[in-house]
């Protein structure tokens, strides 16, 4: 059984940083392209930076150049960077494997709220 722990987020002044982390049991997440989401209020999840296990990584076109997305193999761990955070930002961040037939359960989440 996959599960997910997301950690890391927190209030951030416009223009700050944060740095996510999702750690993964039950997958080797080398093997998968990994995902980080993120659901605003009344929104739909949206993905908004991937991983591929070829290492490419896709982004977002509202957080491309600010967000970073990593992962660390021997910890199972993915990160997401994210610089300049702005007030549209603020959502809970999920992740999770992209592809839905191997889509674990999702976590908790962690909430980003950007904010002066």
């Known amino acids: 059984q996959v599960q997910l722990v997301e950690s890391g987020g927190g209030l951030v002044q416009p223009g700050g940083s944060l740095r996510l982390s999702c750690t993964v049991s039950?997958?080797?997440?080398?093997?998968?392209?990994m995902g980080w989401f993120r659901q605003a209020p009344g929104k739909q999840r949206e993905l908004v930076a991937a991983?591929?296990?070829?290492?490419?990584?896709p982004y977002a076109d509202s957080v491309k150049g600010r967000f970073t997305i990593s992962r660390d193999n021997a910890k199972n761990t993915v990160y997401l960077q994210m610089n300049n955070l702005k007030p549209e930002d603020t959502a809970v961040y999920y992740c999770n494997i992209v592809d839905i037939p191997w889509r674990g359960p999702w976590g908790q989440g962690t909430q980003v709220t950007v904010s002066s």
């Open positions: 039950g997958r080797i997440i080398s093997s998968y392209t």
């Open positions: 991983i591929r296990s070829a290492g490419t990584t």
